[in-house]
T-cell receptor, first 117, second 109 residues
Framework: ETGVTQTPRHLVMGMTNKKSLKCEQH?????MYWYKQSAKKPLELMFV???????ENNSVPSRFSPECPNSSHLFLHLHTLQPEDSALYLC????????????????FGPGTRLTVT | GQQVMQIPQYQHVQEGEDFTTYCNSS?????IQWYKQRPGGHPVFLIQ?????EVKKQKRLTFQFGEAKKNSSLHITATQTTDVGTYFC?????????FGTGTSLTVIP
């Protein structure tokens, strides 16, 4: 186990539903990430939180909304998703520089397999 | 925009043969990391390279970072069936990690 847990592991939702993905890290890290992994595409970085502040938001549609209440927990709130949003959503954490600069090795959770119908 | 290209996309080798995957960035990287993802699993960190021209070894795996810090390679000597999976590089530029598309390795017993 990597010390990063994600729930649920599988999720099927309709386009009008609202759901949330949860990530928890037990490693004492100070940065957390959301990635999207689709077939035949590179891992896409969606959001980064370092020291509980959002550092990067790579032009992700507003139907994805992250929340980082503390350094151990990260949520991804989902609403009115599209079928093309079906993918594996991976959470990761790392221990980065105290100034908030990234660069540490990332520990990934098992992912949530999301299907939008 | 920033891209990290990785080749080949797929590689099938006989057990015991060597394997190499290459990563190329359009811009200079601060560091590069390598990850392995087994089928049905999640990426697992293998190594990080920071210095220009750096070479690191882990048993049968050899990692290199180019002199210009724009490319990297992972070489596996005498592959085993346990090496099966997808190998990703991830390059750091500023505060952004860019993952390569991955190389899927199949090892034929």
């Amino acid at each position: 186990e990597t010390g990063v847990t994600q729930t649920p592991r599988h999720l099927v939702m309709g386009m009008t539903n609202k759901k949330s993905l949860k990530c928890e890290q037990h490693l004492g890290h100070n940065a957390m990430y959301w990635y999207k992994q689709s077939a035949k595409k590179p891992l896409e970085l969606m959001f980064v939180y370092s020291l509980e502040e959002r550092v990067e938001n790579n032009s992700v549609p507003s139907r994805f909304s992250p929340e980082c209440p503390n350094s151990s927990h990260l949520f991804l709130h989902l609403h009115t998703l599209q079928p093309e949003d079906s993918a594996l959503y991976l959470c990761a954490s790392s221990q980065d520089r105290a100034s908030g600069g990234l660069g540490g090795e990332q520990y990934f959770g098992p992912g949530t397999r999301l299907t939008v119908t | 925009g920033q891209q990290v290209m990785q080749i080949p996309q797929y590689q099938h080798v006989q057990e015991g043969e060597d394997f190499t995957t290459y990563c190329n960035s359009s811009t200079t990287l601060s560091n590069i990391q390598w990850y392995k993802q087994r089928p049905g699993g999640h990426p697992v960190f293998l190594i990080q390279l920071v210095k220009s021209g750096e070479v690191k070894k882990q048993k049968r795996l050899t990692f290199q970072f180019g002199e210009a810090k724009k490319n990297s390679s992972l070489h596996i000597t005498a592959t085993q069936t346990t090496d099966v999976g997808t190998y990703f590089c991830a390059g750091l530029t500023g505060n952004q990690f860019y993952f390569g598309t991955g190389t899927s390795l199949t090892v034929i017993p």
